[in-house]
């Protein structure tokens, strides 16, 4: 799914954390987001879980510079990303990532629109050749396949008034 040009933070960092997952396979809490935005291992965090909550749930919708960079950190993302208006996270990752990209995009700087349309042509021939035929590489890159969450130990659903009788009436008539 494609993001548009007035995508809000928290659908940002919605799609950054279903790309992320614990060492155990679970969904990133608030606390372990908050924990990973220090700028060192068991270092000071970046912002408090409530901060975190509150960007996910756009309470908070201009997070400082230092958050920024901290929730790039917990996520592993380039911070570019989470400002508005940039939403080419596979674009922006190998501009950060690669500094011979950057290299490419300062030479054609002064070459215009031929200069850009040359390397992009020179590009999908170079994807052709590794045989990558599809072009059309997501702005997003598709996460990978969820691990499968086990069910949390704890208290259970409250069950509406129905299923409290299906469940009454299954209890009394057995298996």
Known sequence: MPLGPDTPLSSKLAVLIGRKRRADGKTLSTRDIAAATAESPGGKPAMTHQVVNNLLNGVNQNPSSTQLAGLARAFDSPVAYLLPGYNGLTSLSVYEKYPDAREALRLIHDLGEAGATELLEAARE????????????????????????????????????????????SDLEGP
């Open 126 to 169: 170079i994807r052709l050749r590794n045989g990558h035929s599809d072009l059309t590489v997501p702005e997003v890159p598709e996460p990978l396949p969820p691990a499968a969450e086990p069910p949390r130990p704890g208290r259970r659903r409250r069950l509406s008034f129905t299923e409290a009788a299906e469940r009454a009436v």
